[in-house]
């Protein structure tokens, strides 16, 4: 990203916050051993290096949100939320349902030269 670029989180509503946040703190959190379940495609490694290190800024508000990766126009993506308590997971979501929450880890190809 240059200088001159811009970098927007899409706002999520009071509803959509609650439902992350819920999941979070549900079984729905998987351990990092799951992340083999993650199919990111090679495509979105770019978005997903950007995304990551524009959320761990401490600039950065809490319930923010940025999707980075998707599989069949839409139907399911992947995006980074900030939670309420400061970490970042990654949200694993089809047709808005929530199906699974991820920790960003080197174990996933996409983040293996970002994260130490």
């Not at 916050?17 to 083999?36: F, G, T």
């Amino acid at each position: 990203m240059n200088p001159e670029t811009t970098f927007e989180f899409d706002l999520l509503s009071k509803n959509n916050i609650d439902r992350a946040e819920n999941a979070i703190n549900s079984d729905k959190l998987q351990p990092i051993e799951n992340n083999y379940k993650l199919s990111i495609s090679y495509q979105y490694y770019d978005d997903a290096e950007i995304g990551y290190k524009e959320m761990i800024k401490e600039s950065t508000p809490v319930t923010s949100y940025f999707r980075f990766a998707g599989n069949g126009y839409g139907y399911q993506s992947y995006g980074f939320y900030k939670a309420k308590n400061g970490n970042v997971y990654i949200l694993d979501t089809s047709m808005e349902h929530i199906n699974g929450v991820f920790i960003p880890d080197k174990n996933i190809d996409c983040f293996k030269n970002i994260i130490v």
